[in-house]
């Protein structure tokens, strides 16, 4: 990261600043209607490993009190000497979980309506321009991160876990596409990170395609420092690789792993490149 006069680092590589502040109002409201339409039996129907669809909804109140500050709920963990970052942040949520198991359905729904309400009011009001964060974005390669990236990563977390829950109940992912796309252009900031140990020439582009509403296409180049997807894209690129919707965004949060995200896509050009692409992951994994 090559810091500015002004001791700012310059993050123009990871491309056009994302504005998902609108989209934290309109995602809480359809959370709360997924989880006051389910039936009593599908709250404890596998979500994700390990977690069924109570565990999540609870996982998800620990992320809004992980931005509101967990210490009002009664919870403030502390980082062990040593402990490697996506380690604590794994073990913070299964202690938040085990904390929460035996809530209700409706008082969970609660505390979600009101701590969600709180999260959007200040996502709201987030300066994107007023630089950095105090935390990363390790997916992207980012630490610390600009406002813009640490705003719509938190947006993704949300969403993801809202088709998660669709997902174990039946209701398959929710097209809306405003939504969908705000987390797809999140999601691809992480290209550059994932394919920086690629060798490449510089002016070496590779391209990423998602048709239908709420896709789009990322272009990233090979610079003489990394990948950016902030080069204006010209001639053809040496890989393109094209994925549906569900599978970019499953991919990118590794609902599906990339042997099987390669077998879907349509893949042009040099393949390492496209079997490199898809070992992206846009989450602490």
Same mark, same amino acid.
């Given at each position: 990261?090559?810091?500015?006069?002004?001791?700012?680092?310059?993050?123009?590589?990871?491309?056009?600043?994302?504005?998902?502040?609108?989209?934290?109002?309109?995602?809480?409201?359809?959370?709360?209607?997924?989880? #006051?339409? +389910?039936?009593?039996?599908?709250? !404890?129907?596998?979500?994700?490993?390990? /977690?069924?669809?109570?565990?999540?909804?609870?996982?998800?109140?620990?992320?809004?009190?992980?931005? +509101?500050?967990?210490?009002?709920?009664?919870?403030?963990?502390?980082?062990?000497?040593?402990?490697?970052?996506?380690?604590?942040?794994?073990?913070?949520?299964?202690?938040?979980?085990?904390?929460?198991?035996?809530?209700?359905?409706?008082?969970?729904?609660?505390?979600?309506?009101?701590?969600?309400?709180?999260?959007?009011?200040?996502?709201?009001?987030?300066?994107?321009?007023?630089?950095? %964060?105090?935390?990363?974005?390790?997916?992207?390669?980012?630490?610390?991160?600009?406002?813009?990236?640490?705003?719509?990563? =938190?947006? %993704?977390?949300?969403?993801?876990?809202?088709?998660?829950?669709?997902?174990? %109940?039946?209701?398959?992912?929710?097209? =809306?596409? #405003?939504? +969908?796309?705000?987390?797809?252009?999140?999601?691809?900031?992480?290209?550059?990170?994932?394919?920086?140990?690629?060798?490449? !020439?510089?002016?070496?582009?590779?391209?990423?395609?998602?048709?239908?509403?709420?896709?789009?296409?990322?272009?990233?180049?090979?610079?003489?420092?990394? /990948?950016?997807?902030?080069?204006?894209?010209?001639? #053809?690129?040496?890989? !393109?690789?094209?994925?549906?919707? =569900?599978?970019?965004?499953? +991919?990118?949060?590794?609902?599906?792993?990339?042997?099987?995200?390669?077998?879907?896509?349509?893949?042009?050009?040099?393949?390492?490149?496209?079997?490199?692409?898809?070992?992206?992951?846009?989450?602490?994994?």
């Amino acid at each position: 990261m090559t810091p500015r006069p002004d001791g700012v680092p310059d993050l123009s590589w990871l491309g056009e600043p994302i504005d998902a502040r609108p989209l934290f109002r309109p995602e809480l409201a359809a959370l709360l209607d997924v989880l #006051r339409a +389910l039936r009593p039996a599908e709250w !404890s129907a596998p979500a994700v490993p390990g /977690w069924s669809v109570r565990h999540l909804a609870a996982h998800i109140l620990g992320d809004y009190h992980g931005r +509101l500050g967990r210490s009002a709920a009664g919870f403030e963990p502390v980082r062990a000497p040593g402990e490697r970052l996506e380690a604590f942040i794994h073990r913070v949520n299964q202690e938040w979980i085990d904390r929460h198991a035996g809530h209700r359905p409706d008082a969970l729904i609660d505390a979600l309506e009101q701590a969600g309400a709180r999260v959007s009011r200040r996502f709201e009001t987030v300066d994107l321009g007023a630089g950095t %964060t105090g935390v990363g974005v390790s997916w992207a390669g980012v630490d610390p991160a600009p406002k813009w990236l640490d705003t719509a990563r =938190e947006f %993704t977390e949300y969403w993801t876990h809202r088709q998660q829950i669709r997902r174990a %109940t039946g209701r398959g992912t929710d097209p =809306e596409p #405003r939504a +969908l796309s705000t987390v797809l252009d999140t999601f691809m900031r992480a290209l550059p990170h994932t394919l920086r140990d690629v060798p490449a !020439s510089v002016g070496t582009q590779v391209r990423v395609d998602v048709p239908g509403p709420g896709g789009g296409a990322w272009t990233v180049t090979a610079t003489a420092d990394r /990948w950016s997807p902030a080069e204006a894209p010209r001639g #053809r690129p040496a890989a !393109s690789v094209e994925l549906d919707p =569900e599978a970019a965004w499953r +991919l990118s949060t590794r609902g599906i792993d990339p042997g099987t995200a390669l077998a879907l896509a349509r893949v042009r050009g040099e393949r390492r490149l496209a079997e490199a692409v898809c070992r992206i992951v846009s989450i602490v994994y």
